[in-house]
């Protein structure tokens, strides 16, 4: 158990409709990460907070937006949702920034869009 | 640009024999993590290199970091089908983590 909790762990939902996906990040770590993995492909950095401020930005959509609350815990928010947005979406966290201390990921969040 | 290329992509070998995944990176980098993903799971990590000629073992796993080379490898020993899954490797570069594709490994018995 990596310390990482993510709700829910599935989620069927239609096109153009809007999710909130949740992440409490391990006790003491500050930085949260948001990934997206489809199907049999590689890890998509979305975006990164540090104690509850944007970090880094990667590829992620217009449609999409995330933060990170004073607890700490954080939300990505998907909406307009497209059949191309089905995918496992992992939440990260560490200590710091990710360059002292490796990252340690949720069991992810199943997002299907019918 | 950044990249992070692993290399092969897929194996498919027989238990008992050796083999290496290789990670090559285009930037100057000091810091290297190798995952481990199952199926369908979530990402564990195995190894942190830290600095040049690091090495780490586990198990049938070694892993070791040529920072001159911008070289990591994953080596394994007498493989077993417990280690089939996707292998990552992620580069650390300013505070950021760029990913290589992952070499999906498949250990028939």
């Known amino acids: 158990d990596s310390g990482v909790t993510q709700t829910p762990k599935h989620l069927i939902t239609a096109t153009g409709q809007r999710v909130t996906l949740r992440c409490s990040p391990r006790?003491?770590?500050?930085?949260v990460y948001w990934y997206q993995q489809s199907l049999d492909q590689g890890l998509q950095f979305l975006i990164q907070?540090?104690?509850?401020?944007?970090?880094a930005k990667g590829n992620i959509l217009e449609r999409f937006s995330a933060q990170q609350f004073p607890d700490l815990h954080s939300e990505l928010n998907l909406s307009s949702l497209e059949l191309g947005d089905s995918a496992l979406y992992f939440c990260?966290?560490?200590?710091?920034?990710?360059?002292?201390?490796?990252?340690?990921f949720g069991n992810g969040t199943r997002l299907t869009v019918t | 640009e950044l990249k992070v290329e692993q290399n092969p992509l897929f194996l498919s070998m027989q238990e008992g024999k050796n083999y290496t995944i290789y990670c090559n990176y285009s930037?100057?980098?000091?810091?290297l993590y190798w995952y481990r993903q199952d199926p369908g799971k979530s990402l564990e990590s195995l190894f942190v290199l830290l600095s040049n000629g690091a090495v780490k073992q586990e198990g049938r796993l070694m892993a070791s970091l040529d920072t001159k080379a911008r070289l990591s490898t994953l080596h394994i020993t007498a493989a077993v089908h417990d280690l089939s899954a996707t292998y990552f490797c992620?580069?650390?570069?300013?505070?950021?983590?760029?990913w290589g594709a992952g070499t999906k490994l498949i250990i028939k018995p």
């Open positions: 930037t100057t980098s000091d810091r």
């Open positions: 907070y540090y104690n509850g401020e944007e970090r």
């Open positions: 006790s003491g770590d500050l930085s």
């Open positions: 990260a966290s560490s200590v710091a920034g990710g360059r002292t201390s490796p990252l340690h």
């Open positions: 992620a580069v650390v570069v300013h505070y950021q983590l760029i």
